[in-house]
């Protein structure tokens, strides 16, 4: 079982890194011109709705993504036998990951065709949000309700 929650915690930390590589890579696409900078300056308009869709997506996913995965956790992962809780708990995890990363990177895509900081800031509360899903064994062990028998000093 060991082996198993080894296996799981080195793939959650994976997709974390990615989560980063990808809001990274995003960045360094538009700093470097490859994706176009700017192409609605000057559409008030269309910059009014995707800043709102931005906002929206933010104020409502961060939330949702964590509680989420907080009433997932009490209601039904636990109740499972370990072999299927630690799929179930990687399925979860991966779930909100994404949560949060689809509105990260529409906010860094309007940001950068806007050139408006409101969705960067946006952004930027996702990307303080995601620190709450660093994965690692402690938290695993946590969260599933595993305890260690060690023996007392």
């Not at 980063?20 to 176009?36: K, M, N």
């Not at 399925?91 to 960067?120: G, H, K, Q, S």
């Amino acid at each position: 079982m060991e082996k198993r929650m080894t296996r799981l915690l080195r793939v959650l930390e994976a997709e974390f890194a990615l989560f980063w590589i990808l809001v990274v890579a995003g960045c360094v696409l538009y700093e470097t011109d490859v994706l176009p900078q700017g192409s609605m300056v000057g559409d008030a308009q269309a910059e009014y709705i995707l800043q709102t869709v931005g906002i929206l997506l933010t104020v409502c996913l961060i939330p949702l993504s964590l509680r989420m995965f907080s009433l997932s956790l009490t209601r039904y992962v636990r109740q499972l036998s370990l072999p299927e809780a630690l799929v179930s708990y990687r399925r979860w995890c991966e779930i909100r990951l994404a949560m949060l990363l689809a509105p990260a990177l529409f906010n860094l895509t309007v940001y950068y065709t806007t050139l408006d900081v409101t969705c960067l800031l946006c952004m930027g509360m996702l990307l303080i949000a995601s620190l709450f899903c660093v994965p690692g064994r402690g938290r695993l062990m946590r969260e599933l309700d595993l305890q260690k028998d060690e023996p007392e000093k």
